[in-house]
T-cell receptor, first 115, second 111 residues
């Protein structure tokens, strides 16, 4: 598998469940990102990891917990979510966390529905 | 705080007509701007970036700092250009290349 992969592609969970989203990049990149895409809002950056270290938490509620065990894998652990958390969650990676104009490569996303 | 605005949610044109997708931004630093595109059933991907001053698939975009705009243009639209287009601003620093996206414009090119 090449590029950025995300599993599962679809997830339905209850408000009391605990689940995890997984992202893997096969591009040798150093930075990874989680974005949230809701129906009525622009794509929002949630977290940034730079060489496995979290460098940005964009005021995300604690019911979302990211984990980056190495530069190729990124997880988003979910617990006690709310229905308004239903959205498409996108993972992305880039070659260099700093620098100028580096392209971000996106995964296909996980469509999350909270019931 | 940085902000990216795409005033049109939907833009519909006929094949062969010129296209301009508008993007305005607000940012106190030196902006780096991008256009990303999402074709039907495909993932979001980079179309072009302002620092490259390139033309991709016939599209160009010029950064106008005076008007704080980065409009995307193509002189003759093709049906395969139908897609969702997102303007994005990078508040780049050593911690990461953090993109702020606009709300997106859906371009429909009719035959």
């Amino acid at each position: 598998e090449t590029g950025v992969t995300q599993t599962p592609r679809h997830l339905v969970m209850g408000m009391t469940n605990k689940k995890s989203l997984k992202c893997e990049q096969h591009l040798g990149h150093n930075a990874m990102y989680w974005y949230k895409q809701s129906a009525k809002k622009p794509l929002e950056l949630m977290f940034v990891y730079n060489f496995k270290e979290q460098t940005e938490n964009n005021s995300v509620p604690s019911r979302f917990s990211p984990e980056c065990p190495n530069s190729s894998h990124l997880f988003l652990h979910l617990h006690t979510l709310q229905p308004e958390d239903s959205a498409l969650y996108l993972c992305a990676s880039s070659q260099d966390p700093g620098g100028v104009g580096y392209e971000q490569y996106f995964g296909p996303g996980t469509r999350l529905t909270v019931t | 705080a940085q902000r990216v605005t795409q005033p049109e949610k939907l833009l519909s044109v006929f094949k062969g007509a010129p296209v301009e997708l508008k993007c305005n931004y607000s940012y106190s630093g030196s902006p780096e701007l991008f256009w990303y595109v999402q074709y039907s059933r495909q993932r979001l991907q980079l179309l072009l970036r302002h620092i490259s001053r390139e033309s991709i698939k016939g599209f160009t975009a010029d950064l106008n700092k005076g008007e704080t705009s980065f409009h995307l243009k193509k002189p003759f639209a093709q049906e395969e250009d139908s897609a969702m287009y997102y303007c994005a601003l990078s508040r780049n620093n050593n911690a990461g290349n953090m993109l702020t996206f606009g709300g997106g414009t859906r371009l429909m090119v009719k035959p």
